[in-house]
Protein backbone atom coordinates (compact mmCIF):
# COMPACT_ATOMS: atom_id res chain seq x y z
CA UNK A 1 0.00 0.00 0.00
CA UNK A 2 2.65 2.14 0.79
CA UNK A 3 4.57 1.61 -2.54
CA UNK A 4 1.29 2.25 -4.27
CA UNK A 5 1.09 5.24 -2.65
CA UNK A 6 3.90 6.74 -3.41
CA UNK A 7 4.07 5.20 -6.61
CA UNK A 8 0.53 7.30 -7.74
CA UNK A 9 2.17 10.83 -6.46
CA UNK A 10 5.13 10.40 -8.09
CA UNK A 11 3.04 9.83 -11.51
CA UNK A 12 0.93 12.95 -10.73
CA UNK A 13 3.39 15.90 -10.44
CA UNK A 14 6.94 16.41 -8.83
CA UNK A 15 6.15 19.71 -7.08
CA UNK A 16 3.46 22.16 -5.83
CA UNK A 17 3.18 24.64 -8.87
CA UNK A 18 3.28 28.57 -8.51
CA UNK A 19 0.08 28.02 -10.49
CA UNK A 20 -1.78 25.78 -7.69
CA UNK A 21 -1.17 28.77 -5.68
CA UNK A 22 -1.81 31.61 -7.46
CA UNK A 23 -5.64 29.73 -8.37
CA UNK A 24 -7.96 27.90 -5.99
CA UNK A 25 -5.55 25.81 -4.06
CA UNK A 26 -6.77 22.19 -2.77
CA UNK A 27 -6.22 21.29 0.96
CA UNK A 28 -7.87 17.99 1.82
CA UNK A 29 -8.96 17.07 5.35
CA UNK A 30 -8.74 13.30 5.94
CA UNK A 31 -10.39 12.39 9.73
CA UNK A 32 -11.40 9.04 11.45
CA UNK A 33 -14.94 8.46 11.12
CA UNK A 34 -16.92 10.90 8.71
CA UNK A 35 -20.24 10.13 10.34
CA UNK A 36 -19.42 11.05 14.30
CA UNK A 37 -20.47 13.73 15.40
CA UNK A 38 -16.97 15.08 16.68
CA UNK A 39 -15.30 14.62 13.31
CA UNK A 40 -18.59 16.22 11.43
CA UNK A 41 -17.63 18.98 13.62
CA UNK A 42 -14.16 19.17 12.12
CA UNK A 43 -15.21 18.63 8.71
CA UNK A 44 -17.21 21.81 9.75
CA UNK A 45 -14.55 23.89 10.74
CA UNK A 46 -12.21 22.68 7.85
CA UNK A 47 -15.47 23.89 5.37
CA UNK A 48 -15.60 27.16 6.80
CA UNK A 49 -12.10 28.21 6.57
CA UNK A 50 -12.28 26.43 2.99
CA UNK A 51 -14.71 29.27 2.59
CA UNK A 52 -13.26 32.09 4.40
CA UNK A 53 -9.38 31.46 2.64
CA UNK A 54 -10.44 30.59 -0.95
CA UNK A 55 -9.45 27.00 -0.63
CA UNK A 56 -11.25 24.03 -1.91
CA UNK A 57 -11.57 21.56 1.04
CA UNK A 58 -12.34 17.68 0.03
CA UNK A 59 -13.69 16.26 2.90
CA UNK A 60 -12.34 12.72 3.22
CA UNK A 61 -12.17 9.90 5.72
CA UNK A 62 -12.83 6.17 6.82
CA UNK A 63 -16.05 5.26 8.26
CA UNK A 64 -15.11 3.66 11.31
CA UNK A 65 -11.94 4.91 13.28
CA UNK A 66 -10.56 1.15 13.26
CA UNK A 67 -10.24 1.30 10.13
CA UNK A 68 -6.57 1.95 9.40
CA UNK A 69 -6.35 0.26 5.57
CA UNK A 70 -9.41 2.66 4.88
CA UNK A 71 -7.35 5.77 5.56
CA UNK A 72 -4.07 4.86 4.11
CA UNK A 73 -5.95 4.51 0.91
CA UNK A 74 -7.77 7.61 1.64
CA UNK A 75 -4.35 9.59 2.04
CA UNK A 76 -3.55 8.13 -1.21
CA UNK A 77 -6.75 9.55 -3.06
CA UNK A 78 -6.31 12.96 -1.55
CA UNK A 79 -2.59 12.78 -3.27
CA UNK A 80 -4.63 12.31 -6.67
CA UNK A 81 -6.11 15.30 -6.25
CA UNK A 82 -2.93 17.39 -5.91
CA UNK A 83 -3.01 19.10 -3.13
CA UNK A 84 -0.65 21.85 -2.13
CA UNK A 85 -1.13 20.69 1.15
CA UNK A 86 -3.08 17.84 3.62
CA UNK A 87 -4.68 17.97 6.79
CA UNK A 88 -4.99 14.44 8.25
CA UNK A 89 -6.02 12.98 12.04
CA UNK A 90 -4.29 9.65 11.98
CA UNK A 91 -6.04 6.71 13.48
CA UNK A 92 -3.28 5.02 14.01
CA UNK A 93 0.55 6.56 14.76
CA UNK A 94 2.63 3.78 13.62
CA UNK A 95 0.35 1.97 10.47
CA UNK A 96 -0.09 5.98 9.33
CA UNK A 97 3.63 7.27 10.02
CA UNK A 98 5.45 5.64 6.49
CA UNK A 99 2.02 6.51 4.62
CA UNK A 100 2.22 10.17 5.75
CA UNK A 101 6.03 10.42 5.15
CA UNK A 102 5.37 9.57 1.30
CA UNK A 103 2.70 11.94 1.33
CA UNK A 104 5.14 14.84 2.80
CA UNK A 105 7.42 14.22 -0.42
CA UNK A 106 4.52 15.98 -2.23
CA UNK A 107 2.81 18.03 -0.10
CA UNK A 108 2.70 20.00 3.11
CA UNK A 109 1.32 17.61 5.94
CA UNK A 110 -0.80 19.26 9.22
CA UNK A 111 -1.36 16.88 12.01
CA UNK A 112 -4.87 17.37 14.00
CA UNK A 113 -6.03 15.97 17.01
CA UNK A 114 -3.87 12.98 17.27
CA UNK A 115 0.04 12.35 16.93
CA UNK A 116 1.69 10.04 14.27
CA UNK A 117 5.22 8.45 14.34
CA UNK A 118 6.29 10.49 11.56
CA UNK A 119 8.81 13.56 11.99
CA UNK A 120 7.41 15.51 8.30
CA UNK A 121 4.62 17.72 9.67
CA UNK A 122 4.34 21.30 9.16
CA UNK A 123 2.30 21.37 12.16
CA UNK A 124 0.38 19.52 14.73
CA UNK A 125 -2.63 20.73 16.31
CA UNK A 126 -3.98 19.27 19.27
CA UNK A 127 -6.18 19.34 22.55
CA UNK A 128 -3.71 19.50 25.90
CA UNK A 129 -5.51 16.13 27.23
CA UNK A 130 -3.43 16.13 30.62
CA UNK A 131 -4.43 19.74 31.17
CA UNK A 132 -7.94 18.21 30.40
CA UNK A 133 -7.69 15.71 32.60
CA UNK A 134 -6.82 17.90 35.34
CA UNK A 135 -9.98 20.15 34.14
CA UNK A 136 -11.92 16.78 34.77
CA UNK A 137 -10.36 16.44 38.56
CA UNK A 138 -11.22 20.19 39.35
CA UNK A 139 -14.96 19.63 37.86
CA UNK A 140 -15.58 16.40 39.45
CA UNK A 141 -14.28 17.86 43.49
CA UNK A 142 -16.60 21.05 42.65
CA UNK A 143 -19.48 18.77 42.08
CA UNK A 144 -19.11 16.14 44.99
CA UNK A 145 -18.44 19.43 47.39
CA UNK A 146 -21.61 21.40 45.80
CA UNK A 147 -23.35 17.90 47.15
CA UNK A 148 -21.53 17.03 49.82
CA UNK A 149 -19.88 19.76 51.69
CA UNK A 150 -16.56 18.07 51.20
CA UNK A 151 -14.41 17.01 48.51
CA UNK A 152 -14.03 13.62 49.65
CA UNK A 153 -14.86 9.58 49.16
CA UNK A 154 -14.49 7.33 46.61
CA UNK A 155 -14.51 7.77 42.77
CA UNK A 156 -14.09 5.72 39.91
CA UNK A 157 -12.27 6.57 36.36
CA UNK A 158 -14.01 4.91 33.31
CA UNK A 159 -12.33 4.44 30.03
CA UNK A 160 -13.96 2.66 26.71
CA UNK A 161 -10.48 1.79 25.72
CA UNK A 162 -6.69 2.31 26.75
CA UNK A 163 -3.87 4.41 25.11
CA UNK A 164 -3.22 7.61 23.33
CA UNK A 165 -5.66 10.58 24.89
CA UNK A 166 -7.85 8.64 27.55
CA UNK A 167 -4.28 7.61 29.10
CA UNK A 168 -2.94 11.17 29.12
CA UNK A 169 -6.38 12.76 30.20
CA UNK A 170 -6.31 9.95 33.13
CA UNK A 171 -2.62 11.21 33.78
CA UNK A 172 -3.93 14.65 34.49
CA UNK A 173 -6.92 13.85 36.52
CA UNK A 174 -4.55 11.44 38.72
CA UNK A 175 -2.10 14.15 38.79
CA UNK A 176 -4.23 17.24 40.01
CA UNK A 177 -6.58 14.39 42.75
CA UNK A 178 -2.52 14.32 44.33
CA UNK A 179 -2.16 17.83 43.91
CA UNK A 180 -5.46 19.13 45.18
CA UNK A 181 -7.85 16.67 46.92
CA UNK A 182 -5.99 14.08 48.80
CA UNK A 183 -9.39 13.13 50.46
CA UNK A 184 -10.58 11.54 46.88
CA UNK A 185 -9.79 7.46 46.80
CA UNK A 186 -9.66 6.15 42.90
CA UNK A 187 -11.58 3.30 44.39
CA UNK A 188 -12.42 1.72 41.23
CA UNK A 189 -10.39 2.02 37.16
CA UNK A 190 -12.05 0.48 34.48
CA UNK A 191 -10.46 0.23 30.92
CA UNK A 192 -12.70 -1.28 28.29
CA UNK A 193 -12.17 -2.87 24.58
CA UNK A 194 -14.04 -0.70 22.90
CA UNK A 195 -17.24 -2.35 22.83
CA UNK A 196 -20.58 -0.96 23.54
CA UNK A 197 -21.34 -3.56 25.75
CA UNK A 198 -18.51 -4.18 27.93
CA UNK A 199 -19.14 0.05 28.12
CA UNK A 200 -22.05 -0.89 29.53
CA UNK A 201 -21.29 -3.22 31.95
CA UNK A 202 -18.09 -1.42 33.22
CA UNK A 203 -20.45 1.36 34.01
CA UNK A 204 -23.02 -0.86 35.98
CA UNK A 205 -20.30 -2.28 38.23
CA UNK A 206 -18.95 1.38 39.08
CA UNK A 207 -22.60 2.58 39.96
CA UNK A 208 -23.39 -1.04 42.33
CA UNK A 209 -20.49 0.85 44.77
CA UNK A 210 -22.92 1.95 47.15
CA UNK A 211 -19.79 4.21 48.82
CA UNK A 212 -19.22 6.18 45.73
CA UNK A 213 -19.77 9.58 45.15
CA UNK A 214 -17.76 10.18 41.60
CA UNK A 215 -17.00 8.97 38.02
CA UNK A 216 -14.80 10.42 35.60
CA UNK A 217 -15.77 8.92 32.09
CA UNK A 218 -12.38 10.23 29.95
CA UNK A 219 -13.78 9.52 26.49
CA UNK A 220 -16.91 10.12 24.56
CA UNK A 221 -18.31 6.08 24.29
CA UNK A 222 -17.75 5.29 28.24
CA UNK A 223 -19.51 8.80 28.92
CA UNK A 224 -22.65 7.79 27.73
CA UNK A 225 -22.41 4.51 29.22
CA UNK A 226 -22.00 6.25 32.48
CA UNK A 227 -24.55 8.72 31.73
CA UNK A 228 -27.28 6.41 30.45
CA UNK A 229 -26.68 3.92 33.65
CA UNK A 230 -26.79 7.29 36.07
CA UNK A 231 -30.21 8.17 34.49
CA UNK A 232 -32.10 4.47 34.65
CA UNK A 233 -30.77 4.06 37.95
CA UNK A 234 -31.87 7.69 39.00
CA UNK A 235 -28.48 7.66 41.16
CA UNK A 236 -27.24 11.33 38.89
CA UNK A 237 -28.20 12.81 42.50
CA UNK A 238 -25.59 11.03 44.71
CA UNK A 239 -23.37 9.97 41.98
CA UNK A 240 -21.70 12.85 40.44
CA UNK A 241 -19.81 11.84 36.60
CA UNK A 242 -17.85 14.29 34.56
CA UNK A 243 -17.66 13.11 30.91
CA UNK A 244 -15.81 13.74 28.41
CA UNK A 245 -16.76 15.62 24.63
CA UNK A 246 -20.37 15.74 23.49
CA UNK A 247 -22.92 14.49 21.14
CA UNK A 248 -26.50 15.20 21.35
CA UNK A 249 -27.26 12.43 23.17
CA UNK A 250 -24.90 13.42 25.83
CA UNK A 251 -25.70 17.33 26.22
CA UNK A 252 -29.39 16.03 27.11
CA UNK A 253 -27.90 13.61 29.48
CA UNK A 254 -26.33 16.38 30.96
CA UNK A 255 -29.49 19.06 30.73
CA UNK A 256 -31.58 16.16 32.44
CA UNK A 257 -28.71 16.30 35.11
CA UNK A 258 -27.64 12.77 34.73
CA UNK A 259 -24.24 14.17 34.10
CA UNK A 260 -22.60 17.13 36.13
CA UNK A 261 -20.81 18.17 33.67
CA UNK A 262 -18.28 17.19 30.06
CA UNK A 263 -14.75 18.58 29.39
CA UNK A 264 -15.46 19.62 25.93
CA UNK A 265 -12.66 19.95 22.59
CA UNK A 266 -13.25 22.27 19.71
CA UNK A 267 -12.59 19.77 17.19
CA UNK A 268 -14.72 22.57 14.81
CA UNK A 269 -11.68 25.08 16.16
CA UNK A 270 -9.25 22.23 14.81
CA UNK A 271 -10.39 21.94 11.24
CA UNK A 272 -10.36 25.46 10.93
CA UNK A 273 -6.84 26.11 12.15
CA UNK A 274 -5.74 23.17 10.23
CA UNK A 275 -6.57 24.22 7.31
CA UNK A 276 -5.16 27.83 7.84
CA UNK A 277 -1.81 26.61 9.03
CA UNK A 278 -1.44 23.76 5.94
CA UNK A 279 -2.11 27.00 3.68
CA UNK A 280 0.57 29.47 5.43
CA UNK A 281 2.64 26.32 5.25
CA UNK A 282 2.23 26.41 1.56
CA UNK A 283 3.23 29.60 0.91
CA UNK A 284 6.50 29.08 2.62
CA UNK A 285 5.03 30.82 6.01
CA UNK A 286 6.84 30.20 9.49
CA UNK A 287 4.14 27.94 11.13
CA UNK A 288 3.77 26.65 14.96
CA UNK A 289 5.55 22.91 15.42
CA UNK A 290 2.65 22.65 18.01
CA UNK A 291 -0.62 23.85 18.60
CA UNK A 292 -2.26 22.83 22.12
CA UNK A 293 -5.88 23.75 22.53
CA UNK A 294 -7.51 23.77 25.42
CA UNK A 295 -10.96 21.64 26.73
CA UNK A 296 -13.61 24.00 28.32
CA UNK A 297 -15.79 22.34 31.50
CA UNK A 298 -19.19 22.28 30.60
CA UNK A 299 -22.02 22.20 33.10
CA UNK A 300 -25.82 22.40 33.50
CA UNK A 301 -25.06 25.96 34.80
CA UNK A 302 -23.24 27.09 31.69
CA UNK A 303 -24.23 25.21 28.81
CA UNK A 304 -26.76 28.21 27.45
CA UNK A 305 -23.72 30.70 26.98
CA UNK A 306 -22.41 31.05 23.81
CA UNK A 307 -18.97 29.87 24.42
CA UNK A 308 -20.22 26.80 25.31
CA UNK A 309 -22.90 26.87 22.73
CA UNK A 310 -20.07 26.74 20.13
CA UNK A 311 -18.90 23.62 21.60
CA UNK A 312 -21.76 21.27 22.33
CA UNK A 313 -23.41 22.39 19.08
CA UNK A 314 -21.63 23.47 16.57
CA UNK A 315 -23.20 24.17 13.27
CA UNK A 316 -21.89 20.83 11.46
CA UNK A 317 -23.89 21.82 7.95
Do not use: H
Amino acid sequence: MQKVLAAAAACLFASTSVSALAAQPTIPIIVKDTTAFYWKAMLAGARKAGKDLNVNVPELGAQNEKDVKAEVSTLRDALVQKPIAIVIAPSDPNELAKPIEDAAKWAKIVDVDSPADAKVFSAQIMTDNVAAGRLAADGLADAIKEKYGKAEGEIALIASAAGGATDQRAKGFKDELAAKYPDFKIAMEKIGDGQAANDAKNAADALADANLRGVFASDIEATEAVGQALAETKKADAIKAIGFDSDPKIVKLLQEGSLAGLVVEDPFKMGYDGVRIALAAAKGEQTPAMVAMNAELVTKANMDSPRAQELINPKIK
